[in-house]
């Protein structure tokens, strides 16, 4: 299975999240499942895309390029997409991904994980999206969703495959 982790290229001010990458990249690597991400070798990106190659698993990632240009991209990877900007990343993402896991980062991250909700909640996507809850990172979210429901503007039929996951043991599940 390709799982799309969309996540931070820093690495946060809680070391629980490094640690935490770590051990969702090697779950990956050992598994037999290929990890597909942004490409980037910096800050829980690099760390991601780093444990899951020490387990020896399979890495795919995909970079715009003007990230390429900056020298962002993790060399050493088993495969390198380079896309000519952000919206073809996404796009790229989506179509190698069966799976997609919104690990604690910024607004890239939120950005991304936006379109799989919309694409879930179309019926254009069939495929689970898992909100890494780490620590209650995303607490908000899931409230806010259930917001939507509240007043009327989404539906529990809607979010249908969005899932909250406190911990690897829940994703592992939810990937059964």
């Known amino acids: 299975m390709n799982i799309t982790v969309y996540l931070a290229s820093s690495t946060g001010n809680d070391p629980k999240f490094e640690s935490a990458v770590k051990e969702l990249g090697t779950w ?32 795919i990632g995909v970079e715009p390029h003007f990230f390429i240009d900056e020298e962002y991209q993790y060399d050493g990877l088993t495969q390198l997409i380079v896309t000519k900007d952000m919206a073809e990343r ?31 909640s179309l019926g254009h996507l069939q495929a689970p999206c898992i909100y890494y809850n780490l620590e209650g990172y995303y607490d908000d979210v899931k409230h806010f969703l259930q917001q939507m429901i509240a007043k009327g503007f989404s539906s529990a039929e809607k979010q249908q495959g969005v899932y909250f996951a406190e911990s690897l043991e829940k994703i592992k599940e939810l990937l059964k």
């Open 28 to 59: 990956i690597g050992v598994s037999g499942n290929t990890l597909v991400y942004g490409g980037s070798k910096t800050g829980l990106m690099g760390e991601l895309a780093q444990s899951v190659l020490q387990a020896g698993g399979k890495v």
């Open 90 to 120: 996404k796009t790229k993402m989506i179509e190698l991904g069966d799976a997609f896991i919104a690990f604690p980062g910024g607004v890239g991250t939120l950005e991304e994980v936006s379109e799989i909700m919309s694409k879930i």
